[in-house]
């Protein structure tokens, strides 16, 4: 079956636009997360969904940060007002159930801000 | 809280010789731990994990770890390397907030 995907593959904005990441997990997944990885870093952690509800935020920077998964399936990471230094790779993983389930990551989608 | 700290941020060897990437995690409770590669662009890839059965795991493409809780430690090692095995390895901590080294680039020379 087909893996995690993410959407857009790159992304170019400017300071202070708005920008939405998309993620579509593993079919059946009931985990999902998101990680932002940096140059030269290893991922951080930033949000988990277990189902439709946000069971873990506490690695999102700010609140310019926010992330839906409004039917328990696709998740949207939202980032308004972007800073230079949100430029990274935004990772996106699926588990089946979560908890030490392995996660399943996707190609990820690198952000650009100018 | 939970974290990583991989030791070494580059790894050369030579085709064919012994690979030992380290990893110490530090945790106040048992530790999920896992090890996950990453070719260049791809997405990570996981190698294997330790979930507190047998504290040797096996991974794929002939890779294994040991987990011993008296050195915090979870090195991850391979026998004979080959030339595909170059990538970025990175070892991380946790389950639902997992928590990732900074990652080991291995090089390996012909």
């Known amino acids: 079956g087909a893996g995690v995907s993410q959407t857009p593959s790159n992304k170019v904005t400017e300071k202070g636009k708005y920008v939405e990441l998309r993620c579509d997990p593993i079919s059946g997944h009931t985990a999902l997360y998101w990680y932002r990885q940096s140059l030269g870093q290893g991922p951080e952690f930033l949000i988990y969904f277990q189902g439709t509800g946000a069971a873990d935020d506490s690695g999102l920077p700010n609140d310019r940060f926010f992330a839906v998964r409004p039917e328990g399936s696709v998740s949207t990471l939202k980032i308004q007002r972007t800073e230079r230094g949100d430029s990274a790779v935004y990772l996106c993983?699926?588990?089946?159930?979560?908890?030490?389930?392995?996660?399943?990551f996707g190609p990820g989608t690198r952000l650009t801000v100018l | 809280a939970q974290s990583v700290t991989q030791l070494g941020s580059h790894v050369s060897v030579s085709e064919g010789a012994l690979v030992l990437l380290r990893c110490n995690y530090s945790s106040s409770v048992p530790p999920y731990l896992f090890w996950y590669v990453q070719y260049p662009n791809q997405g990570l890839q996981l190698l294997l994990k330790?979930?507190?059965?047998?504290?040797l795991v096996k991974g794929i493409n002939g890779f294994e770890a040991e987990f011993k809780k008296s050195e915090t430690s979870f090195h991850l090692t391979k026998p004979s390397a080959h030339m595909s095995d170059a990538a970025e390895y990175f070892c991380a901590v946790g389950d639902n907030d997992m928590r990732f080294g900074a990652g080991t680039r291995l090089t390996v020379k012909p």
């Open positions: 330790y979930t507190s059965a047998a504290t």
């Open positions: 993983a699926s588990s089946l159930l979560g908890g030490s389930d392995t996660q399943y």
